[in-house]
C-alpha cells in the first residue's frame, strides 16, 4: 500500500473508529497485528486502529442485519402489536384515522372500532399473545364427541366453551374451534344479537309466546315467582271463563288464543302489575304462561296493543256473559246497586279528552270518565263503562237500567247515587219505569238557612255496628222538583258527622226511614271499591285517549276483584279483606310448579298463614283445569312439623301435604331422650 495511503488512515481512523483505544484482548486480532507490525507491513499503532476500524463496520452491518430498528414499530409483524400500535398512533400521536388505516393496513372501520373498545376497556394488552408455535392441548375422544355433538345443535364455539365451563373442563374458544375443524364441522354464520337470544345490552331475550301443547310436554318441575296466580284457577273454571271468552267473540291470533290473550291479562291484573311496560319482569315465568296456557306471557308490545282489535261490542257482550255466569252462583242480591262515576286521569298537554270532575284531586281535570255499579250487599263490580262523554254522563243510570234488564229480568233493585250523577228529568224516567232510587237533593243557600223553621224532627237508630253517628235527627217532607213528574220524598238529616244536613230524596214512600238513610249511608262502598282498585289493581295507571282500551281495562279489574272475592269468602277469617291484604298474605310468593302425565302440582313452601289456605274446602271446588286440555290441579301447603320426642326416642308427623290427614301413625326414631315439642 502506497505511504500517502498509510498517512490518510493514520489521520483518519481516530475520527472514524468509534472503540475505545485499547489492547486488543481477542488473540486471533492481536496475533494478526503483531504479525503485520513485525513483517513492517503496518505500523503496529495504525494496524490497531484499521482493526478497530474494520470491527465498527461489521458491528454496524450485523445490527443492520440481525438487530431490530424503528422497522419493528413502524411495520409491525405480529397482530397483537399492530392493534398496539394502531391505538398508540391514535391516541399518543393523535394521528386522524384514515392516516392509521393506512399506515397499519386496517380499514376505517376497525380504526374505529379499535378505538371504541381500548375506551370501553374491553382490549387488555397486558398479556400479549405468545409469538411461535404452543403446545395443543390434547382432548380425549369423549370429550370431542361432545363437542360435536353440541355443534350438530347449533351452538357456537364461546357458547360450548361456557358449557364445558359450567362442567369443570376449562378449554379455550380456540381449541373448541380447532377441534370443530379438524372434525370437518364448518363455522358458523354470523348471527345477530337477536338470534342469539341477546339484545344490544347483552340481556337475555325471552322466548316467543305460543300455546303449550300439555298433552305433550315432558315430565318437568322448576320454580315459579308468580305462582300463587294458580291460586285462582278453581274459581276460574267455577265461573266458566273460558265459555264467557267464547261468547263475547274475543279476538285472537294463530300463534295465541283469545282465551290467551284473555287469561294474560287476568293474570297481571291478579298480581297487581302496574303497568305493561312492567312485563319484563315476568317474562321468563313459565308458571304464569301456564296459568294462561302459553309457555310464557305474550311480549309488552302485544298485550298493550291487543286491545285496539276490540270494539264496544266486545267489552258489553264480555260483561253480559260474565254478569250471567256471576248471577247462576248466586253472587249478586242485587236488592241495592250503588252507582257512581270516576274519572282515571289523562295527562299530557296534548291530550283530547274532555276535563271531567275528580272527587279525590277535588277538581276537574283531562280524563277518561267511567262508571261502576255495585251490588251493595256482596261489594262486588256488576257494571262499568268508559267511554262516556260529558254530556252523556246524565244517561248513564238508563244506559245501566237497560243492561241490567236483559240479565235480571222481573227484578227492580233500588239504585243508590249522588245528586250529581243524574238530572232531575232522568230522575222522573226512572220513577216511570218503576224503578225505586235514593239520591241527594242539589242544596243551595235558602234550603240551608230555611233548616230551623222545619218541625217536628225525630231521632233514629241506623243499625250499622261500626257507625261512628248511629242516632241522627231527621225531618220528613214531601216535595216536587223541577223537571221530576210527581212527587217524591225528602228526609233532611241532621247529626250525621257532617257540617251541613243532607236532604235525601227518594220515590220509595214505603221503605221505613231507618232503612232509607242506611241504604244510602252504603253508597260510600263503591267508592271504597274504586279506590281499592286504583290502588291494588292501579286503575289510574292506564293513561290512554283510546277510550275502549280503558274500559277493557276497566272490565279486566271487574273480574279481577270477582276473583278476589271469591278466594277471600273460603278464607276463614279474612272473608272481608281486600284485595291488596289478601294478595300480601296468600297469593304473593314464589312455589314450585310440577307437571307430569296431565296432572299439575302446585307446592307453596312453608308460611304462616298456610293453616288457612290448608282449611278450604279445595275438594269441593273444580279439580281441572278446561283450559288447559282438562290437566288436574293439586295444591299443596307445606306445613310445618311437629315433632314430639317420647320416651322411646319416637315421634310422630303430620302429613305436610294431605289438609286432613293429621298424624301419621308412622313413628320415626330420632334417638333423642324427653323433650317437648320441638317445631321445625
Known sequence: MPLPLFKILASSVPYIGSLPMEPIRCPKIGVLTYSMGQRGILPTEIARRFINLYLDIITAICYKLFMRDESFFLRPVHEWQRRYEALRASFVERLPARIVAERFGYSLAYIHLLRHLFAHQKIDFSEPVPEGKTNRRRLDTALKAKICNWREHRLSAGEITALLSEEGVEISVRTIERVLAEEGYPRLPRRSRLKLGLTVKGAQVPAVAEKLPLAKMPKSSWESEAAGVLLFAPFIDQLNLPQVVQEASLPGTKTIPALSYFLSFLALKLIGTERYAHLVEHAFDPGLGLFAGLNVLPKCTAMSTYAYSLDAVHLLRLQQSFVKQAARLRLYDA?????????IPHYGEQSVLENHWAGSRSKAMKG???????DASSKLILYTAADIKRDEANEQVLGFLSFWKKQQRGLKPTFVFDSKFTSYAKLSELNQQEVKFITLRRRGKTMIEGIDALSPWKRIHIPHGKRKYPNPIIHESVITLPDYQGQLRQVVVRGNGREKPAFLISNDFAAPTELLVGNYARRWRVENVIAEAVKFFNLNALSSPILVKV???????????TLYSLLARKLRGFENCDASKINRLF???KARVSLS????????????HNPILRSVPWHQLPQSLSWLDGAGLELRFTRNYIRRAAFDGSFFRADACNPGSGFSQKPFSMGIGLGAYNLL
Open 597 to 608: 302425565s296431565q296432572k299439575l302440582s302446585v307446592t307453596f313452601p312453608r308460611r304462616a
Open 368 to 374: 277518561a270518565l267511567t262508571l261502576f255499579a255495585q
Open 587 to 589: 297469593v304473593k310468593g
Open 551 to 561: 274500559h277493557f281495562d276497566v272490565v279486566m279489574t271487574m273480574i279481577a276483584d
Open 335 to 343: 236488592d241495592l246497586i250503588n252507582l257512581d262515576f270516576h274519572t
